[in-house]
C-alpha cells in the first residue's frame, strides 16, 4: 500500500472581481492550478514533480501538508483520510509530514538560533521535554552537516544560503517524518553547491527511511535524484513513469519537449530539439480537455475532452489522446 495515495486532487482559487462587475452579475472567473490529479508516493520513495512556473507544484504540495484546502478530490495517508482528521490526528500528521520551503533565508526565524530553530516544531508538537530536545537537536545538525558547537548558536544571517538550507532540512527531519514535502530546495542556492544539499536529502531518506516529494522545474535535477517523476502542464497531470523511463521513453508530447531541452554531457549524443508552439499560459479560465492542446503540435478533436490516464509500461502512466490513438496502450 502506498504511503500517500492522491486522488482527483483539484483547487480552484476564485478570480477576485472589480465591484462594476459584480454589480452587474458578470460570472466569476477561476484559477484552477490543480485539476483532477492522481497519484501514490510508495514508502521510502523519492517521487519528484517537474513542470513550468505556475503549473501547480507548489499548490499541490502545500495541499498536501495541510497548509490548504482542496477544492475536491482525496488524499490518503498510511490509509487514513487526511481531509476529516481530528485534532489529535492532525497533530500526529503534522509530525510525519514536513515541508521544506524554497527559500531558507524567508521561511528561518531571524531572531532564532540555528538550535532553537531545529527545536521549534518538536517544542510546538509538544513531542519531548527539554532535556531530550538538548540530546537531539546537536545530533541532528551534526547529522545535516553543520558541526552544532560550530553551528548551534548561529543566527540566520551569520550563515550563507547552504547552510541556512541545513538548517531548513534539520527542522524538517528532526521530528523523523515518514513523509517530506521539498518546494524547490536549492533553486535559491548557488548552483556549486546544489548537488551537496539534494545528495544530503538523498543519503538522509535512505538512512531515516521517509519518502519525499521534490519539487523542481529542472527535470534533469529530478532524474538524477528521484525514483520516479510526474510531469504536470497547466494544473495537469500529463505523465508520471520511473525517472530513466521518463528520460528514455517519454510519451506526452510535453514531457518529450522537457526531456529533449535537458543538455547531454556527450556531444556526439544529440537529441533532436522538440519545438513547443505559443507561450505559457495561466490556469485562469481554462477551457475544457487537455491543456497543453493549444500548444501541441499532435493536437486533435478529441483533445476538448480531458484524456484518461493511460498504462503504457510498467508503472508508467501518460494523459494523451495521441499516444492513446497510437499505442496499444491499456486504461487505468
Ligand atoms: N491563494 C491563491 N489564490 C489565487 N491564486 C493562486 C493562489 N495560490 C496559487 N495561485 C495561482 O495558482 C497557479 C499555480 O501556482 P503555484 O504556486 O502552485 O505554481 P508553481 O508550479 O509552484 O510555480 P513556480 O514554479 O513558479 O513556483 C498560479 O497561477 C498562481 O497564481
Ligand atoms: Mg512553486
Known amino acids: 500500500m502506498a504511503l500517500l495515495s492522491v486522488e482527483h486532487l483539484t483547487r480552484h482559487f476564485p478570480l477576485g472581481r472589480s465591484l462594476g462587475a459584480a454589480l452587474r452579475r458578470l460570472p466569476r472567473g477561476w484559477i484552477k492550478p490543480v485539476e483532477d490529479v492522481s497519484f501514490g508516493i510508495g514508502e521510502g520513495e523519492i517521487l519528484g514533480i517537474v513542470g513550468e512556473s505556475g503549473c501547480g507544484k507548489s499548490t499541490t504540495c502545500n495541499l498536501l ?77 551534526a547529522l545535516v552537516g553543520l558541526p552544532p558547537e560550530r553551528y548551534a548558536q548561529r543566527y540566520p544571517h551569520q550563515m550563507s544560503g547552504g547552510e541556512r538550507q541545513r538548517v531548513g ?23 556549486s553547491i546544489r548537488a551537496g544539499v539534494m545528495d544530503l536529502l538523498r543519503e538522509l531518506s535512505k538512512r531515516m527511511n521517509f519518502s519525499c516529494l521534490y519539487v523542481s522545474h529542472d527535470l534533469s535535477i529530478l532524474t538524477h535524484l528521484c525514483d520516479r517523476v510526474m510531469v504536470m502542464y497547466l494544473g495537469q497531470l500529463v505523465e508520471i513513469a520511473t525517472s530513466h523511463d521518463l528520460v528514455n521513453d517519454p510519451r506526452h508530447p510535453y514531457t518529450r519537449a522537457l526531456v529533449a531541452a535537458v543538455p547531454v554531457p556527450d556531444p556526439a549524443h544529440r537529441r533532436p530539439a522538440v519545438e513547443i508552439k505559443g507561450e505559457l499560459a495561466k490556469p485562469v479560465n481554462p477551457p475544457p480537455g487537455c491543456r497543453f492542446a493549444p500548444r501541441c503540435n499532435l493536437a486533435m478533436p478529441a483533445c476538448s475532452t480531458t484524456p484518461a490516464m493511460l498504462t503504457v509500461g510498467d508503472g508508467h502512466t501518460v494523459a494523451c489522446h495521441a499516444v492513446a490513438a497510437t499505442a496499444g496502450a491499456t486504461a487505468r
Not at 490518503?76 to 503534522?94: I, M, N, Q
Not at 528561518?108 to 516544531?121: G, S, T, Y
Not at 515518514?178 to 548552483?191: K, Q, T
Open 169 to 191: 532540512i534539520a527542522s524538517a527531519l528532526i521530528a523523523e517524518p515518514r513523509l517530506v514535502i521539498a518546494d524547490e530546495p536549492v533553486s535559491m542556492l548557488d548552483v
Open 65 to 141: 501538508a495541510k497548509l490548504d484546502e482542496p477544492t475536491g478530490g482525496t488524499i490518503h495517508f498510511d490509509g487514513a483520510d487526511v481531509t476529516t482528521l481530528s485534532p489529535a490526528e492532525l497533530k500526529r500528521y503534522r509530525t510525519h509530514v514536513q515541508m521544506i520551503f524554497q527559500d531558507p533565508f524567508d521561511s528561518l526565524n531571524p531572531r532564532l538560533r540555528a538550535f532553537d530553530l531545529v527545536a521549534e516544531a518538536p517544542r510546538a508538537l509538544g513531542l519531548w521535554d527539554e532535556a531530550e530536545i538538548a540530546r537531539r537537536v546537536p545530533e541532528m545538525l
